[in-house]
């Protein structure tokens, strides 16, 4: 069976994480963990994104990424397929290095800080470090100015948050609007997305309006949420849900090309 396409939201930033194959061993020397730095360089000149945090650990990767217009899977994609080669060859193995599929989880802006600090405390986790400064292979030693990496982009946490999220294409509206927009492409009413209904076609609802009002950067997630009177996490499970649906993923895709007309033609 085919594996469902995922949603692609240009500008969102992503925790991925990659994990060995059956809790194999994915790093197994320093060298490895260099081509891995070296091949994220490559994917920010060749994708166009930005790596916000790292953490290579022996057996899996975590990476906090903000795609642009080129998908996340495509990246990723070729990421672990060149590691895998560089692995394969040095260790003399063949096969899959990563277990299945990567895990993406889409980010609110707001989670961002406690996520980075969660990703560099995974060592001491492992009890492989008493603090996280003292591992090596993470972005917390470029976060406190001792080690350059001129592929990793720090600004966006501890500088300007206008700079931290890419340009979007949907037309500058309020979430009101937004969400008239949408109820009259599908016939609803705003109140029965207000309700405490658990209809399925009206989370579904609930979740495209979030997805685009965090594409078009219209407010938060959580600012969603309460519009609908929904508990955040909730929302994001709809959202995750939607991005394994094909169908899910074509409506949201013409709803967004919609958005991107002049507001004149989007009414």
């Known amino acids: 069976m085919a594996r469902k396409p995922r949603i692609h939201c240009p500008g969102g930033v992503y925790h991925v994480t990659l994990v060995g194959n059956g809790g194999q061993q994915i790093f197994f020397s320093p060298d490895d963990s260099k081509q891995f730095y070296y091949l994220?360089?490559?994917?920010?000149?060749?994708?166009?994104?930005r790596v916000h945090a790292f953490c290579l650990m022996t057996t899996h990767a975590h990476l906090l990424l903000q795609i642009a217009e080129i998908p996340l899977a495509k990246a990723i994609h070729n990421?672990?397929?060149?590691?895998?080669?560089?692995?394969?060859?040095?260790?003399?193995?063949r096969g899959h290095l990563f277990q299945g599929r990567y895990?993406?989880?889409?980010i609110e802006v707001n989670q961002l800080p406690e996520l980075i600090r969660l990703i560099h405390f995974d060592p001491v986790r492992a009890k492989?470090?008493?603090?996280?400064?003292?591992?090596?292979?993470s972005s917390q030693r470029a976060y406190l100015g001792q080690e350059n990496l001129s592929w990793l982009t720090t600004e966006g946490i501890t500088g300007n948050q206008s700079n931290y999220i890419?340009?979007?294409?949907?037309?500058?509206?309020?979430?009101?609007?937004?969400?008239?927009?949408?109820?009259?492409?599908?016939?609803?009413?705003?109140?029965?997305?207000?309700?405490?209904?658990r209809e399925r076609v009206f989370a579904k609802t609930r979740a495209l309006i979030a997805g685009l009002a965090q594409e078009g950067k219209i407010c938060t997630l959580t600012a969603v949420a309460n519009y609908f009177n929904r508990d955040v996490t909730g929302l994001i499970r709809s959202l995750r849900r939607m991005a394994n649906e094909a169908e899910a993923i074509k409506e949201f895709n013409q709803?967004?090309?919609?958005?991107?007309?002049?507001?004149?033609?989007?009414?």
């Not at 994220?40 to 000149?45: M, N, P, S, Y």
């Not at 590691?83 to 193995?93: A, E, L, S």
């Not at 895990?103 to 889409?106: D, G, H, N, R, T």
């Open 128 to 137: 492989l470090v008493n603090h996280p400064k003292e591992y090596r292979w």
């Open 79 to 93: 990421l672990s397929f060149r590691y895998t080669q560089w692995i394969n060859q040095r260790q003399r193995r």
């Open 103 to 106: 895990k993406a989880i889409l």
């Open 166 to 197: 890419a340009k979007k294409t949907i037309v500058s509206m309020t979430l009101s609007q937004l969400v008239e927009i949408v109820c009259r492409h599908y016939g609803q009413e705003v109140a029965q997305l207000q309700s405490l209904s």
């Open 40 to 49: 994220l360089a490559e994917g920010v000149r060749r994708y166009g994104y």
């Open 255 to 267: 709803l967004r090309l919609r958005l991107q007309q002049p507001a004149s033609e989007v009414e």
